[in-house]
């Protein structure tokens, strides 16, 4: 694997770990307390990193 490659799978490997600790936080009592509009802007955080982390699978997918 090149240095690029690895780097994206590094970025993947990370982004992952930052969405599942907030995708736990959205489900937590913690969360329910936040005012609406940022549950709002946290669950929008939540879908683009989402995608993100779909476009980094693709690539990671074409690198072979």
């Given amino acids: 694997m ?3 490659q690895q780097r994206v799978v590094d970025e993947k490997a990370a982004l992952d770990d930052k969405l ?16 609406e ?4 802007r946290l669950h929008r955080q939540e879908m683009l990193m989402e995608l993100y982390s779909d476009v980094l699978a693709e690539r990671i997918a074409n690198f072979s």
């Fill in 37 to 40: 509009d940022e549950q709002e």
């Fill in 2 to 4: 090149q240095e690029f």
């Fill in 20 to 35: 599942t600790r907030l995708t736990t936080f959205v489900g937590s009592e913690t969360f329910n307390g936040l005012p």
